[in-house]
């Protein structure tokens, strides 16, 4: 399955937006695609339609920002952005290159002025901003969690060798 591609909406009227162009970017995306066309309490749903300028602190200039999702449910509006949990959290200086911290800590606080920004835009239109990781998408049913090693239980196979005849 391709990480990236389109996404063929199966319940257009629920779609909100081009449903003829709607892009996914993982299979993250892919999945909350899936679970939004197919859920009963969503009402509308769109992804990247709408647009939030945003200020970027490391470059001091104004940016713009597609959140990955609008989800409107019977009672409230939500914008949703999907990210790997790591992407979340002060990135951590050990065992990292200085060139892969500073990588890291630049993407930390564009996400933080995008997210800061969503937040605003949301509050003035009393809808929420929120966060999904891999473990939101687990507990929410969206995403299967991953098998859990068992140590000492599995050995790993050796490799084939041709018989001698």
């Known amino acids: 399955m391709a990480y990236k591609g389109r996404y063929i909406v199966e319940n257009k009227k629920k779609y909100a937006g081009d449903f ?33 300028p945003y200020y970027y602190d490391m470059d001091k200039r104004y940016h713009r920002y597609f959140p990955d999702l609008k989800i409107v449910f019977e009672n409230q509006t939500i914008l949703v952005e ?11 200086k050990t065992g990292k290159t200085r060139r892969q911290y500073v990588g890291e800590a630049a993407v930390y606080v564009k996400n933080m002025n995008k997210w800061e920004a969503a937040d605003n835009f949301c509050k003035d239109r009393k809808w929420k901003f929120q966060i999904w990781t891999e473990q939101t998408l687990q507990t929410m049913g969206i995403m299967e969690k991953p ?4 140590p000492g239980k599995l050995k790993p196979l050796r490799p084939y060798r041709k018989r001698k005849k």
């Open 82 to 92: 999907i990210k790997p949990a790591k992407e979340t959290v002060v990135p951590n």
């Open 20 to 52: 003829d162009n709607v892009v996914y970017r993982s299979l993250w995306e892919l999945q909350v695609f899936k679970w939004c066309d197919r859920n009963p309490k969503v009402k509308k749903w769109s992804s990247e339609e709408i647009c939030i």
């Open 147 to 150: 098998l859990k090693k068992v």
